[in-house]
Each structure stands twice: as structure tokens, then as C-alpha cells.
């Protein structure tokens, strides 16, 4: 059967960029489909906005710091009306860096309009049937909204539309304390804004290491503007005659409670983009939580691929990206390759930033019976966290028997660098004491971190040495002092 495509993405974001332009580069015959504006969710309403806000909030910050740390720096007097309107040329700025207005010219076709299958190798575009060999779906996520009393009533946010405000409100309550109800709260918080965040579990962040989520809380909690309550359940929301929101909330412990706001947004999670698609006809298996894929990334129907947050399950803008190569090398080439989530990293913009790879000390003790190696290593013996009056934080490296890095977990600031050289020890499945003979820059974080807790990593592998341990021991000269080497690292 002869068709138009080889293969058709549906979706412009992260992961449907990425798999267009690989497909492409084969030289296959492609194209494009998106029913709204080009660059997903990750450029307009999620990664690049929140990030810009949580810059601008920080820099502020910073000025704030310095002057309470003795310097006198002009006072910065912030124009909230002018945040949104910056914030808006910069989502402009990258969205030229995609390009997408010269993708064309490289052989790719744009189509707009909302996919919709008829059977599993053709699509029903505004009136039009377009047929492809193979189909990779990146049609991405939304926000997951809770059933929450009185919140279908109330105006509220989401990430989708929290954006295109005017100006920052006075007050806001946030619903849910993972990554995007945290970066979010913070950068309203740091703009002027007092916010309320609510998160029913029993702490922040509940994926990353729990030691250092809950010391990250009290650093939040400990900011200006921002409140955060934990183990607490959203109840009932109501709009007040004076415009304010009202919201209801009981503890774990059964405590009642109100607060209001001027404005509430939602962050609780998020849910696949598969409505309209018709994927029954098509023979694509789904579930609430996504599109069913195997190993390759393929769906049901074989020659139908999928990537990105409509894939799952790690919803990331860097495994939108592996999924996509990924899938559109499995679509095109004549031999599969698996997709591995073993090392998968990320990081929340929080303040400091908590970077996560690997097994967290909680699960690594589950998986190998307590025989494993903590290494913790404070802020406060980091020469360049001094320099900077920024020693909040702690770095926590889980070892193996091996002394193989399996999970790394990073409070503090510059995690979001510091973990993509722990992530190579990681993947290539070596010590962490091998970073020990590698010089490292000084004074930087890096050297100050990763370069320490790999010399402890080396010291305690060298003591366990059954000749050294015997030369300490028994030898005329030498004692075991290297309990004073690890502490002065």
C-alpha cells in the first residue's frame, strides 16, 4: 500500500519536535500535525514560563541577600506590572530558537488541525484523510483538576493559564505540593505575592529522598509570602461577596481550618491528551493514566508509536526527548532498540534546588537489605556555598557494596549542574571514588561537592583494604587517623 507520509507526528511539543526533525534527518517523508500553537506546553505554559518567573524572583532575591549581608546595593524597587509582558518576549525568544517557521524548508509539512483516527494508518484532518505508514502520538498532558467542593464554581489556574495574567495577584492558594505547585508557589512568593500551599500527603515532593525533602520544607516555610501545609485536604472552596476565595481544609488529625485568596491555582498532576483522538478505531490501547506502550515504544497497533507525557511514565522534558529518538528511530530503521529508565534525573527549581538520580536512601535499603553506603555531605564545608552566603542544604550520595553510585540526591544551590556529572558515574556503572583522581576547578561547587564526597568515597574504600587496614594496624609508624581525613573532606 502506497501512503502519503512515512510517518506523521501528532504534536508540536518537546517530544514531537524532537521525533519530526530525527525522522527527517533519514530522509523520510514527513509531517507534522498540531492543533494549537506550535511548541507545546513545555515552551508556553510549562518548563521555560515557570522557570523565567522563578529568575526574575531570584535575582531580586539575591540583592535582598547581599544588602543583609552587609554590602548596600541599590534597592530594587520591582514593577510587577512589567513581569508578565517581559515574561512573554522571552517565551517569544524561545520559540525562535525552535524555528519552526524554516522547518518547512527542510521537508517537513506543518499541518494544522486535530488529529483524528479512522483506522490505524490513516488520520481525518479538517475534512481531509491523511494516511502515513507509521504515526509517533506526542499530543502531551493537561492538568489534572481534583474533585474538590466548590472548585468547578471558583476561577482558578492552571499551569495552562496561569501565564496570562496581568499583573501579580495579592494572595494565592496552590493545591498540591509536588514539582510544579512548589516552583510556582516560590516565584509568586518571591514576586510580592502571599501564597498558601496545600498538599494532602505528609511532605513535599514525595518522589525525591525523604530526609531532604522535609528539610527542604523548612527552608520554604521559612521564606517570606509562602506558607505550606502538609497532610492537609482541600474540603470546599467558595467565592466571598468581596471577590476573595475562600477554601476549607482539614488536617490528617481532623482540624478545620480556613484561608482565603485573591486567586487559586491548581497543581495536583497531570492526565494524558487522548481525548478526541479516536484511538479505538486505530487500535490503540489506553488507560486513565495514558497510552499502554511496550518496551519500544510502540502502542497496540504496531506501526503506532508513542512519546512524551502521553506515554508516560515519567513525565519529563528530558525522557520527552529520549522517548522521541527513540520512537522515531524504531519507526524508521529496520531494527528496534528498548528504552531503559534507569537513570533518570531531575530537578525542582525550588530554593535550594533538589536534583534526584537513582535509587533515593529509603528505596536503595528496600532493594538491598541495608547493605549500602550513605554518604552525607552538608553545605556549610562547601568553600563556594561560604563565598556565597549560601550554605542551606545537604548532598546525600547512595553507594552500593561496589561503592557503584546508585542514587544521588542534591539540596542545594547549583544541583541543577551538579547532577549530570553524578549521572555519568552513574550510567557507565563505575564507583564513585573514580571522580577521586579527577582535578576539579576551585573554588566551585563541583569541587567543593561532587570532587569531596568522591575523596571520602576513595578514603573509605582504601580503608576497608584488607592490606592497608592490616599495614594500620600493624605496622611500626602507621595508625588508623583517616576517621580525620574523612571529617576535614
Given at each position: 500500500?502506497?501512503?502519503?507520509?512515512?510517518?506523521?507526528?501528532?504534536?508540536?511539543?518537546?517530544?514531537?519536535?524532537?521525533?519530526?526533525?530525527?525522522?527527517?534527518?533519514?530522509?523520510?517523508?514527513?509531517?507534522?500535525?498540531?492543533?494549537?500553537?506550535?511548541?507545546?506546553?513545555?515552551?508556553?505554559?510549562?518548563?521555560?514560563?515557570?522557570?523565567?518567573?522563578?529568575?526574575?524572583?531570584?535575582?531580586?532575591?539575591?540583592?535582598?541577600?547581599?544588602?543583609?549581608?552587609?554590602?548596600?546595593?541599590?534597592?530594587?524597587?520591582?514593577?510587577?506590572?512589567?513581569?508578565?509582558?517581559?515574561?512573554?518576549?522571552?517565551?517569544?525568544?524561545?520559540?525562535?530558537?525552535?524555528?519552526?517557521?524554516?522547518?518547512?524548508?527542510?521537508?517537513?509539512?506543518?499541518?494544522?488541525?486535530?488529529?483524528?483516527?479512522?483506522?490505524?494508518?490513516?488520520?481525518?484532518?479538517?475534512?481531509?484523510?491523511?494516511?502515513?505508514?507509521?504515526f509517533i502520538i506526542a499530543t502531551g498532558s493537561s492538568p489534572a483538576i481534583p474533585p474538590v467542593e466548590g472548585l468547578a464554581d471558583i476561577p482558578y489556574y492552571t499551569n495552562?493559564?496561569?501565564?496570562?495574567?496581568?499583573?501579580?495577584?495579592?494572595?494565592?492558594?496552590?493545591?498540591?505540593?509536588?514539582?510544579?505547585?512548589?516552583?510556582?508557589?516560590?516565584?509568586?512568593?518571591?514576586?510580592?505575592?502571599?501564597?498558601?500551599?496545600?498538599?494532602?500527603?505528609?511532605?513535599?515532593?514525595?518522589?525525591?529522598?525523604?530526609?531532604?525533602?522535609?528539610?527542604?520544607?523548612?527552608?520554604?516555610?521559612?521564606?517570606?509570602?509562602?506558607?505550606?501545609?502538609?497532610?492537609?485536604?482541600?474540603?470546599?472552596?467558595?467565592?466571598?461577596?468581596?471577590?476573595?476565595?475562600?477554601?476549607?481544609?482539614?488536617?490528617?488529625?481532623?482540624?478545620?481550618?480556613?484561608?482565603?485568596?485573591?486567586?487559586?491555582?491548581?497543581?495536583?498532576?497531570?492526565?494524558?491528551?487522548?481525548?478526541?483522538?479516536?484511538?479505538?478505531?486505530?487500535?490503540?490501547?489506553y488507560t486513565a493514566r495514558g497510552i499502554s506502550v511496550n518496551s519500544k515504544l510502540q502502542t497496540s497497533s504496531l506501526n503506532i508509536f508513542a512519546a512524551g507525557d502521553v506515554?508516560?511514565?515519567?513525565?519529563?522534558?528530558?525522557?520527552?526527548?529520549?522517548?522521541?529518538?527513540?520512537?522515531?528511530?524504531?519507526?524508521?530503521?529496520?531494527?528496534?532498540q528498548s528504552i531503559r529508565y534507569d537513570d533518570v534525573a531531575w530537578v525542582t527549581y525550588s530554593e535550594p534546588q533538589m536534583a534526584h538520580i537513582g535509587l533515593t536512601e529509603?528505596?536503595?535499603?528496600?532493594?538491598?537489605?541495608?547493605?549500602?553506603?550513605?554518604?552525607?555531605?552538608?553545605?556549610?564545608?562547601?568553600?563556594?556555598?561560604?563565598?556565597?552566603?549560601?550554605?542551606?542544604?545537604?548532598?546525600?550520595?547512595?553507594?552500593?557494596?561496589?561503592?557503584?553510585?546508585?542514587?544521588?540526591?542534591?539540596?542545594?544551590?547549583?544541583?541543577?549542574?551538579?547532577?549530570?556529572?553524578?549521572?555519568?558515574?552513574?550510567?557507565?556503572?563505575?564507583?564513585?571514588?573514580?571522580?577521586?583522581?579527577?582535578?576539579?576547578?576551585?573554588?566551585?561547587?563541583?569541587?567543593?561537592?561532587?570532587?569531596?564526597?568522591?575523596?571520602?568515597?576513595?578514603?573509605?574504600?582504601?580503608?576497608?583494604?584488607?592490606?592497608?587496614?592490616?599495614?594500620?594496624?600493624?605496622?611500626?609508624?602507621?595508625?588508623?587517623?583517616?576517621?580525620?581525613?574523612?571529617?576535614?573532606?
Amino acid at each position: 500500500m502506497k501512503f502519503q507520509y512515512d510517518l506523521v507526528v501528532i504534536g508540536s511539543g518537546l517530544a514531537g519536535f524532537t521525533s519530526t526533525v530525527f525522522a527527517n534527518g533519514l530522509g523520510k517523508k514527513v509531517a507534522m500535525v498540531e492543533k494549537g500553537k506550535l511548541g507545546g506546553a513545555c515552551t508556553w505554559n510549562a518548563c521555560v514560563p515557570s522557570k523565567t518567573l522563578l529568575q526574575i524572583g531570584r535575582r531580586v532575591g539575591q540583592i535582598k541577600k547581599y544588602n543583609q549581608n552587609g554590602l548596600k546595593l541599590v534597592s530594587v524597587n520591582l514593577q510587577t506590572e512589567n513581569i508578565m509582558p517581559y515574561l512573554h518576549s522571552v517565551l517569544e525568544d524561545i520559540s525562535g530558537v525552535d524555528d519552526f517557521d524554516n522547518l518547512e524548508k527542510t521537508g517537513i509539512n506543518i499541518l494544522k488541525g486535530e488529529a483524528v483516527f479512522t483506522d490505524r494508518h490513516h488520520i481525518s484532518l479538517n475534512g481531509q484523510v491523511v494516511s502515513a505508514k507509521h504515526f509517533i502520538i506526542a499530543t502531551g498532558s493537561s492538568p489534572a483538576i481534583p474533585p474538590v467542593e466548590g472548585l468547578a464554581d471558583i476561577p482558578y489556574y492552571t499551569n495552562e493559564t496561569v501565564f496570562d495574567i496581568k499583573s501579580i495577584p495579592s494572595s494565592m492558594i496552590v493545591l498540591g505540593g509536588g514539582p510544579a505547585g512548589i516552583e510556582l508557589g516560590l516565584a509568586f512568593a518571591w514576586l510580592g505575592c502571599k501564597v498558601d500551599i496545600i498538599e494532602m500527603a505528609e511532605r513535599i515532593l514525595p518522589k525525591d529522598d525523604t530526609e531532604l525533602s522535609g528539610l527542604l520544607l523548612d527552608y520554604l516555610n521559612a521564606e517570606e509570602n509562602l506558607q505550606i501545609h502538609v497532610s492537609t485536604k482541600a474540603i470546599r472552596f467558595q467565592k466571598q461577596d468581596n471577590g476573595q476565595l475562600k477554601l476549607e481544609m482539614q488536617t490528617r488529625e481532623g482540624k478545620i481550618s480556613e484561608i482565603t485568596a485573591e486567586t487559586v491555582l491548581v497543581a495536583v498532576g497531570r492526565r494524558a491528551n487522548v481525548a478526541g483522538l479516536a484511538l479505538e478505531k486505530a487500535g490503540v490501547k489506553y488507560t486513565a493514566r495514558g497510552i499502554s506502550v511496550n518496551s519500544k515504544l510502540q502502542t497496540s497497533s504496531l506501526n503506532i508509536f508513542a512519546a512524551g507525557d502521553v506515554a508516560g511514565p515519567i513525565q519529563l522534558g528530558m525522557m520527552a526527548e529520549k522517548q522521541a529518538i527513540l520512537a522515531a528511530s524504531n519507526a524508521c530503521l529496520p531494527f528496534k532498540q528498548s528504552i531503559r529508565y534507569d537513570d533518570v534525573a531531575w530537578v525542582t527549581y525550588s530554593e535550594p534546588q533538589m536534583a534526584h538520580i537513582g535509587l533515593t536512601e529509603d528505596e536503595a535499603r528496600r532493594k538491598y537489605d541495608n547493605n549500602i553506603r550513605i554518604i552525607r555531605y552538608p553545605l556549610t564545608k562547601v568553600r563556594r556555598a561560604v563565598m556565597d552566603h549560601d550554605i542551606r542544604g545537604m548532598c546525600k550520595f547512595v553507594l552500593d557494596k561496589h561503592d557503584r553510585l546508585i542514587g544521588a540526591h542534591l539540596l542545594c544551590s547549583q544541583a541543577e549542574n551538579l547532577i549530570h556529572e553524578l549521572q555519568i558515574v552513574k550510567c557507565l556503572h563505575k564507583p564513585l571514588s573514580r571522580l577521586h583522581t579527577i582535578p576539579h576547578i576551585y573554588p566551585t561547587y563541583e569541587e567543593g561537592i561532587i570532587k569531596r564526597a568522591a575523596d571520602i568515597s576513595y578514603t573509605m574504600k582504601m580503608r576497608r583494604n584488607p592490606f592497608v587496614r592490616l599495614v594500620l594496624r600493624y605496622w611500626h609508624g602507621y595508625k588508623d587517623k583517616l576517621d580525620t581525613v574523612i571529617n576535614r573532606l
